[in-house]
């Protein structure tokens, strides 16, 4: 980057252009509460932040990234600019499963510290917003300071997007644009929502894994099944809603809170319903091909 900055020091003046790009938000969950436990220690909670920050920013500018921004425990970081990245989609959704990986292994290590040390410790979570969209990016700010940083709708519905990985619980949320340039990755559909600011609904999903994990027989046969659900919830099928989400259920783990969301929703077990839930499921799913 700092190569490309002096080949061309135009780009170090105020002022900005128009490109698509992808956009990544993410946050530890329950920051507010990991601060007061270090309250006495800041230092400790200094260094807590170094250990998770350092290794997701390795992660993001080995795929291209930029980093645009740490805001306490939050990233922000974006692809396609400064430096021209054609697959910028691919990459952010490659950072997002890296980034999720690799803090089940900051947690290991955490929680065997915290062990020999004889002390509690609760594992980090981390929530993820991605999209992709059209930006005004370039150095903004005033006559004293600039930045070199990104504006426009698309990055302030990255930011909605993470807020609304707590909705459904899930580590990682997409906007529809992402996956619309990324189609390759294993993403299953959320939901439409309308988020704050905007007067449409946008339709977000979740990234479950690459390319290997999208063409899997297991895969494939939970999109089948979590598709059928969906269509049957909105056509306002209850019984079809609730016949479908029973036989989702067990399938991937990840995505267990977003079905109790969905059976909140519909919020139909009457017992004269159940058996007939129970022999759709059988029917469609022998009970050696379920997980779980």
Not at 164 to 185: C, D, F, L, Q, R
Not at 195 to 216: C, H, M, N, R, W
């Amino acid at each position: 980057m700092v190569n490309y900055l002096a080949k061309h020091p135009d780009n170090l003046k105020l002022g900005g252009e128009t490109r698509c790009m992808s956009l990544l938000f993410c946050d530890l969950r329950g920051f507010t509460a990991i601060s007061e436990r270090y309250k006495s220690d800041p230092q400790a909670l200094t260094q807590l932040l170094h250990r998770f920050l350092t290794p997701m920013t390795d992660l993001i500018m080995s795929r291209r990234g930029t980093i645009d921004k740490y805001m306490g425990d939050c990233i922000m970081a974006f692809w396609n600019a400064p430096l021209v990245d054609a697959n910028h989609a691919d990459h952010v959704c490659g950072s997002a499963l890296a980034m999720i990986a690799e803090l089940e292994r900051i947690n290991a290590v955490l929680t065997a510290e915290a062990a020999a040390g004889h002390h509690e410790f609760e594992p980090l979570k981390l929530g993820v917003g991605l999209n992709t969209g059209e930006c005004i990016v370039g150095n903004m700010g005033s006559d004293q300071r600039f930045d070199y940083s990104v504006l426009g709708d698309a990055v302030n519905l990255a930011a909605r997007l993470e807020t609304h990985s707590k909705t459904y619980n899930v580590a990682i949320v997409i906007g529809e644009a992402t996956h619309v340039m990324a189609p390759s990755w294993a993403a299953i559909e959320l939901d439409w929502i309308t988020v704050y600011g905007k007067q449409e609904a946008v339709q977000i999903y979740t990234l479950l894994g690459d390319s290997t994990f999208a063409q899997s027989a297991e895969f494939q046969a939970l999109h089948q099944e979590h598709e059928a659900m969906l269509g049957c919830y909105r056509a306002q099928d209850w019984l079809g809603a609730a016949a479908a989400l029973a036989c989702c259920r067990g399938r991937e783990v990840r995505l267990e809170p977003v079905y109790d969301v969905y059976e909140e929703r519909i919020a139909i077990t009457p017992r004269t319903h159940r058996a007939r839930i129970g022999t759709v499921c059988s029917s469609r799913h022998p009970s050696s091909g379920l997980r779980g």
